[in-house]
Structures are given as C-alpha cells and as structure tokens.
C-alpha cells in the first residue's frame, strides 16, 4: 500500500509543479500585457491633443473594441508620419466615423413568404 501512496504523492507533486508553472507563465504574460498597455498609453498622451484623449477615452467606454482600433490606427498613422503630431479631435473623429463606417453592420431583417 505504502507503493501506492508514493506514486500517488508523485502524481500530486507533479501536478502542483505544472499548476505552478502555469501560473508562473500567466503572471508573466499579465505583467507584459501591462508594459505594452503602459507604452502605449504613454504613446497617446504624446500624439494626441487633450480633447482628442477625452473623445477617444469616452469611446473605450462603449466601443472598447473600436477604440482599440483607433489607438493602433493613430499610432501607426504619426509613426509614419503621415499625421502632423499633435493629432487634433478632428483627425480622431475622422478616423472613428471611418472604422465605424467599415465595422458596424445594419440589423436585417427579413421575411419569408410561404
């Protein structure tokens, strides 16, 4: 009985070390997640006006998903150069009623006849 419970013990350790390494894993990814999210953040105040940080701070509040968007499109467009830096609200506006525009879908409906 004693041999059971020694590879019963094993499999136990074993386990724990695998959990362990996974939450080593994910605290690691959670803490890169959070510098990448810390410099671009630190990229938008740079690039951005203040009015332009609040229209797009109000949009992450309904469209999170679309304002993501925006922050990377913003991004790309004054590393290139092809926005002159600051970027006003006017620029973000634009941008938003575009990706908007390429995003959003009109509900159908419609009626089969028999």
Not at 6 to 14: G, M
Request: a positive charge.
């Amino acid at each position: 009985m004693s041999a059971v419970d020694d590879y019963e013990d094993e499999e136990l350790a074993e386990i724990r070390r695998r959990r362990l390494e996974q939450l080593k894993e994910e605290a690691k990814r959670k803490e890169l997640q959070k510098q990448i999210e810390a410099q671009k953040q630190a990229l938008l105040r740079k690039i951005l006006t203040e009015k332009a940080r609040e229209r797009l701070n109000n949009v992450k509040l309904v469209r999170p998903d679309l304002a993501t968007l925006v922050e990377e499109q913003l991004i790309a467009l004054a590393q290139s150069g092809r926005v002159p830096v600051p970027i006003d609200e006017d620029v973000v506006k634009a941008i938003l009623a575009e990706l908007y525009a390429r995003t959003h879908r009109e509900p159908r409906i419609r009626f089969k006849r028999k």
